[in-house]
């Protein structure tokens, strides 16, 4: 739950099992401070983040980026009223290689779409539903965050 | 002309010194503004007018934080904390101003040395890291409760006691006109604040419904007050406003400290007296919020050394008051609280917790 901050923009809290505390405040200016306050401490550490800095922070910390073949980015379109899509970069593993887009109804079970695939230096964009995979390509996919879970769940077979 | 630029620059290089050290800018464009007064720099139409929208658009993004759903959420706990402020407050410096001055000037110079200055309170509390503290955010409800405050003072302040019922009614037609005007369009409005170019002009034309409406006999002030509240549903008009009141109220600060004309008609006793009452009520004020807020004496410690400073808000009673005296009184004692606070705010949390290990030793 966020707590209003008037005047200055808005609070979120977490205290750890340990008693630590960590408060994040977006402040109206667009910055934000990430604070952290050791158990029986008095005096926190702020770190200034930028908004995309955040962002990435929060990538690492919801653990979406855990090595480099897997990338996410976010993009954010403020105009319409801040829609977010995610971009993801899989390597296509044993479960997927060998079978087409078709077959595997990555869209119908998962709603995610394949928007690229990288083979050997190459890129395939928009590939067709016919398109067979192979072990080692690397796909982009797009689509809402739990869209791109039930694909990592489903298709990819991980977590 | 030339006042405006001679000003400009001069806020400039206060700003650039206020950055460099740890002193509040708003004393020192005030300052700036007495020095150059005395220097012999004249005021022209032009920086009226300018330090006029100055008030305004300070006005209008005053009324954009006020909103009233989250007022009537945690109105129990509000209320407590807005009455047991105005009180403790402004009793003592009224007390003192009554010695000293006429009845009528006591009272007005009480109302505006009792509210805190949002703007230095607000920065001292981001720039010292004290945002994870629960206290902050009992002090920063404190700082919007005392806005609210100042709108039944500027109501009082323009209202002529015969003219009262028809003033007040002008006033409640006005608002309920600007409520409907802001919820009706508000689908509209949203969409059109996606344009950058339109929204610039948009946010600064807001400023003239004031400047018309003043034409009715409804005070600019008042009337900005309200349309920042109707708007206030609408989170990015705010960006748009800031760079606005941004310049035109350090324009505002610096050509009110021209305006004040240092004569020895105040004696230095009295000014004293006042920064004591004004220190030491609300330094009360916060240790009684605390003690029953947050239960404890050294959070209570913590809110009223935070909230010491008087800025934007007593300058802006003073200004509207127009009374030389109360100009005076209130420039001297916002200068003095501004510089004191800033000092008590940077140890207010020390401070605090020395309470409570002595407390503990005992």
């Known amino acids: 739950m966020s707590i209003e901050l008037p005047g200055v923009g808005s609070k979120y809290e977490i205290e750890t099992a340990q008693g630590d505390k960590v408060a994040i405040v977006f402040l109206e200016s667009g910055e934000i401070h990430l604070y952290v306050l050791e158990k029986g401490c008095d005096s926190p550490c702020v770190v200034v983040l930028s908004e995309s800095e955040a962002r990435r922070l929060g990538s690492i910390l919801s653990g979406t980026v855990f090595h480099i073949e897997k990338e ?88 | ?147 609210l405050i100042l709108i039944v003072f500027l109501f009082l302040l323009s209202a002529k006691i015969a003219a009262v019922m028809d003033f007040a009614l002008k006033v409640v037609v006005y608002s309920a006109v600007v409520m409907l005007f802001a919820k009706t369009f508000l689908k509209y409005l949203k969409r059109l604040l996606a344009e950058t170019e339109f929204v610039s002009i948009a946010a600064f034309s807001l400023a003239a419904i004031p400047l018309l409406v003043a034409e009715v006999g409804i005070p600019e002030s008042l009337a900005a007050i309200l349309i920042g509240m109707a708007f206030s549903d609408i989170k990015s008009i705010q960006r748009y406003i800031k760079p606005f009141k941004d310049v035109f109220l350090v324009l505002f600060f610096f050509f009110f400290g021209l305006s004040i004309k240092i004569e020895g008609f105040i004696h230095p006793g009295a000014l004293i007296a006042v920064i004591i009452a004004t220190v030491v009520g609300k330094f009360a004020a916060g240790a009684v919020i605390g003690r029953v807020l947050h239960g404890s004496l050294a959070s209570g410690v ?61």
């Open chain 1, 72 to 159: 996410l980015v976010e993009i954010v379109f403020t105009a319409l009223s801040d829609l977010r899509i995610s971009v993801h970069t899989y390597v296509v593993n044993k479960a997927m290689a060998g079978k087409s887009i078709e077959e595997l109804a990555i869209r119908k079970r998962t709603g995610v779409t394949v928007i690229a695939v990288s083979r050997k230096g190459k890129n395939v964009v928009n590939p067709p539903p016919s398109f067979r995979f192979e072990d080692g390509d690397v796909i982009v996919v797009i689509g809402e965050h739990d869209q791109i879970s039930k694909f990592e769940r489903e298709i990819l077979g991980i977590r």
């Open chain 2, 1 to 147: 002309m030339i006042d405006v630029a001679i000003a400009v620059v001069i806020c400039v290089a206060v700003l650039a010194v206020s950055y460099k050290t740890p002193i509040p800018a708003i004393p020192l464009y005030i300052i700036a503004g007495i020095v150059a007064g005395n220097l012999g720099l004249k005021a022209s139409e032009v920086s009226h007018f300018l330090s006029q929208l100055g008030i305004i658009f300070l006005l209008i993004y005053i009324g954009l934080e006020i909103k009233i759903e989250s007022f009537i959420k945690k109105s129990k706990e509000l209320t407590g904390i807005g009455v047991i402020d105005l009180f403790v407050t402004f009793t003592p410096i009224l007390a003192v101003s009554v010695l000293f001055f006429d009845l009528a000037d006591a009272v007005v110079i009480a109302a505006a040395l009792y509210i805190s200055s949002s703007a230095i309170v607000i920065h001292s509390l981001i720039e010292n890291r004290r945002l994870i503290f629960p206290e902050s955010e009992t002090i920063l409800w404190m700082m919007i409760l005392e806005d």
């Open chain 2, 302 to 362: 913590e809110i009223g050394a935070t909230t010491i400073a008087r800025g934007e808000f007593s300058i802006l009673v003073a200004a509207l008051s127009g009374v030389e005296v109360v100009k005076t009184v209130v420039t001297v004692t916002v200068i003095a609280t501004s510089l004191i606070g800033a000092v008590t705010a940077k140890y207010a949390r020390a401070a605090g917790k020395l309470v409570q290990k002595r407390k503990i030793g005992e």
